[in-house]
């Protein structure tokens, strides 16, 4: 997820590692909060992977500052990465949330209706938090109102994403026409 975020962010504008993890604690950070020892790491990951490069340039008044930016290698591999998703950033919410943010980039409109098509088919299975069993669980089962109300936030969540998913996807295929 973070190093999505990372080409995501890189692919919109080369950009100091500071306001990188601005605007990726922006996206992520009120779930998961974008630590120096977590996004340097990955940057320097990503930088030997040959999928970006720092470039040192003057700063506006202090020391110089280090921009990193996308090479055409690292846009070629966010694009595989929006077009080839793994299973766990399309089940996974944050996960989702982080691939979402970027899909745009991916040019062609058939290639994001699969993406988004895959999203919608896991959504629509039948799943719950609570079991019985194999059985899942519907809030109005059960007695516990805070397990109760999980189940009906994340219905509430499940259908405004579902609505959302079929008019995209039906604006979509009309692109694609």
Do not use: C
């Not at 779930?31 to 030997?48: D, F, G, M, W």
């Not at 470039?55 to 110089?64: K, L, N, Q, R, S």
């Not at 994001?112 to 896991?122: N, S, T």
């Amino acid at each position: 997820m973070l190093e999505l975020a990372i080409l995501g962010f890189l692919y919109d504008a080369p950009l100091h590692g500071y306001v990188l993890r601005r605007h990726i604690a922006a996206l992520t950070g009120h779930v998961r909060p974008v630590a120096e020892s977590t996004l340097y790491p990955a940057i320097k990951r990503l930088e030997k992977a040959g999928l970006l490069v720092r470039a040192t340039e003057p700063g506006a008044v202090a020391a110089p500052r280090h921009v990193l930016r996308l090479t055409e290698e690292g846009g070629r591999e966010l694009m595989r990465r929006l077009a080839e998703p793994a299973q766990r950033e399309i089940t996974d919410e944050n996960h989702w949330f982080t691939l979402l943010a970027f899909l745009r980039h991916l040019a062609d409109p058939a290639a994001q209706a699969a993406v988004l098509r895959r999203r919608l088919a896991f959504l629509e299975e039948p799943a719950s938090f609570f079991y019985e069993g194999d059985r899942p669980l519907s809030a109005e089962e059960l007695d516990d109102p805070f397990r109760r109300g999980v189940l009906t936030i994340a219905r509430a969540t499940s259908r405004a994403e579902l609505a959302w998913l079929r008019d995209t996807l039906a604006s979509l295929d009309r692109v694609g026409r």
